[in-house]
Nanobody, 124 residues
């Protein structure tokens, strides 16, 4: 069983920054693909970013490319999402998710474990 706990959400003005963290349980965290997704009110959950376990490329949704950066610290069992130049349309609940495979995916249905989410609100 894997437990994921997000933190770092909050209220920020447009143009500001936040860093989300996701702490994971599990002895082999470094093997997990970790993804960030978000869900705005009335919308479906959408892909934001993904990072493989060890090595490999990170991927971003076009809407956040150049503004968000995903990273991980396998020694701390934690994945991060640095969000800069935030826009009101980034407002959503942000979820981290773990996929127990080495293959990254943009599809939320392919992830095995989810955190409870953290609210990000960007005011204009």
């Amino acid at each position: 069983q894997v437990q994921l706990v997000e933190s770092g959400g909050g209220l920020v003005q447009a143009g500001g920054s936040l860093r989300l963290s996701c702490a994971a349980s599990g002895r082999i965290f470094s093997n997990y693909v970790m993804g960030w997704f978000r869900q705005a009110p009335g919308k479906e959950r959408e892909f934001v970013s993904v990072i493989p376990g060890i090595g490999g490329s990170t991927y971003y949704a076009d809407s956040v490319k150049g503004r968000f950066t995903i990273s991980r610290d396998n020694a701390k069992n934690t994945v991060y999402l640095q969000m800069n130049s935030l826009k009101p349309e980034d407002t959503a609940i942000y979820y981290c998710a773990a996929r127990l495979t080495v293959v990254a995916s943009f599809k939320p249905d392919l992830y095995d474990y989810w955190g409870q989410g953290t609210q990000v609100t960007v005011s204009s």
